[in-house]
């Protein structure tokens, strides 16, 4: 079965970088994109990042220009490097891998498969 794995949360300055981790197994992850999400307390989950089986990727306006997506495919691994953190970036990220291979969805419905998330705290 499909499992993603973050890793790499914490509590950060504004301004600070911090780089989350999702591991993933269960299916052919270098034949799929991946998505980044995070869910803000009493707020909906949001679109963050999403990377396509080629490396093309896709940034929320919110985001662009100071988080970049990767992929290892080597080690079924993406990341999202997170620079410039501000407080309007604390949540709950999730990665996500979608239902089916060879295409790449910045809309959450294009996902059934979600990691345990992890908590990127940003302080002022």
């Known amino acids: 079965q499909v499992q993603l794995v973050e890793s790499g949360g914490g509590l950060v300055q504004a301004g600070g970088s911090l780089r989350l981790s999702c591991t993933a197994s269960?299916?052919?992850?270098?034949?799929?994109?991946m998505g980044w999400f995070r869910q803000a307390p009493g707020k909906e989950r949001e679109f963050v990042a999403a990377i396509s089986w080629r490396s093309t990727t896709y940034y929320a306006d919110s985001v662009k220009g100071r988080f970049t997506a990767s992929r290892d495919n080597a080690k079924n691994t993406v990341y999202l490097q997170m620079n410039s953190l501000k407080p309007e970036d604390t949540a709950v990220y999730y990665c996500?891998?979608?239902?089916?291979?060879?295409?790449?969805?910045?809309?959450?419905?294009?996902?059934?498969?979600w990691g345990q998330g992890t908590q990127v705290t940003v302080s002022s």
């Open positions: 269960g299916f052919i992850f270098s034949s799929y994109g």
């Open positions: 996500a891998a979608p239902k089916r291979g060879g295409a790449v969805y910045t809309g959450i419905r294009g996902y059934d498969s």
